[in-house]
Nanobody, 116 residues
Framework: QVQLVESGGGLVQPGGSLRLSCAAS????????MAWYRQAPGKQRELVAT???????DYADSVKGRFTISRDNAKKTVYLQMNSLKPEDTAVYYC??????????WGQGTQVTVSS
């Protein structure tokens, strides 16, 4: 069974940085797209950033210039470097993957709280 294990969330002050990681289980092959979503209390889950297996990236307007998504295909791991964090970035962040066959998987979520 495919598992996505996230880490790196926590509490940070406004203007600070965090790095999220999401590692897929070794049995998972053919990953095409890896992405990060987030869901704030009372709001719908929204796409934050995506990266293809070729390295093409895309970002939500709200995080452009502050967040960077990257991946290590050999380690089947995706990262989200978050800089200049704002209180409105507070949310549960979810890792998402889609294989070339169209199978999709979600991580369990990691809490990011930006507060002074």
């Amino acid at each position: 069974q495919v598992q996505l294990v996230e880490s790196g969330g926590g509490l940070v002050q406004p203007g600070g940085s965090l790095r999220l990681s999401c590692a897929a289980s070794a049995s998972y092959s053919g990953i095409r797209v890896m992405a990060w979503y987030r869901q704030a209390p009372g709001k719908q889950r929204e796409l934050v950033a995506t990266i293809t297996n070729g390295g093409s990236t895309d970002y939500a307007d709200s995080v452009k210039g502050r967040f960077t998504i990257s991946r290590d295909n050999a380690k089947k791991t995706v990262y989200l470097q978050m800089n200049s964090l704002k209180p409105e970035d507070t949310a549960v962040y979810y890792c998402y993957t889609r294989s070339g066959l169209g199978n999709t998987y979600w991580g369990q979520g990691t809490q990011v709280t930006v507060s002074s």
